[in-house]
C-alpha cells in the first residue's frame, strides 16, 4: 500500500502564490506516477497536473503557466507550486499516486487539502 498526506493548502489572496505538499509513504518504489486533482463544490474532481517517475509533467490547460508541480524523490514528496492564483482555482486539492505491483495496477488518494483564493 502506498498512504499520501497532502499539506499547505489555506487561504490566497487573488494573484498570490501557495506550494502544497504529498508525503508518500509505503511501496514508493511500486510509484509510477503521481499527480495532483481538485474538486470544487459541485464540479467533478478534474486532473491538473501529473509527473511520472522520468520527471515528463502533464498540466490542465487552465493551469499552464501557473502551477508547476515536480517531486523530491530523496524526500518521497510531490509539490505544487501555485502562482497567479485566481478565486477558480478554489478548490480541495488531492494528491493522486498510480502504482503497479507485478502487472496488477492499483491508485492511491489522499484525503485533500483545502485552497481558498479571495477575491
Known amino acids: 500500500q502506498v498512504h499520501l498526506v497532502e499539506s499547505g493548502g489555506g487561504l490566497v489572496q487573488s494573484g498570490g502564490s501557495l506550494t502544497v505538499s504529498c508525503l508518500a509513504s509505503?511501496?514508493?518504489?511500486?510509484?509510477?506516477?503521481m499527480a495532483w486533482y481538485r474538486q470544487a463544490p459541485g464540479k467533478e474532481r478534474e486532473l491538473v497536473a501529473s509527473?511520472?517517475?522520468?520527471?515528463?509533467?502533464n498540466y490542465a490547460d487552465s493551469v499552464k503557466g501557473r502551477f508547476t508541480i515536480s517531486r523530491d524523490n530523496a524526500e518521497d514528496t510531490l509539490f505544487l507550486q501555485m502562482n497567479s492564483l485566481k478565486p477558480e482555482d478554489s478548490a480541495v486539492y488531492y494528491c493522486?499516486?498510480?502504482?503497479?505491483?507485478?502487472?496488477?495496477?492499483?491508485?492511491?488518494w489522499g484525503r485533500g487539502t483545502q485552497v481558498t483564493v479571495s477575491s
Open positions: 493522486n499516486a498510480e502504482t503497479v505491483v507485478a502487472t496488477k495496477e492499483r491508485d492511491y
Open positions: 509505503g511501496l514508493i518504489f511500486s510509484i509510477k506516477s
Open positions: 509527473i511520472t517517475t522520468s520527471g515528463n509533467t
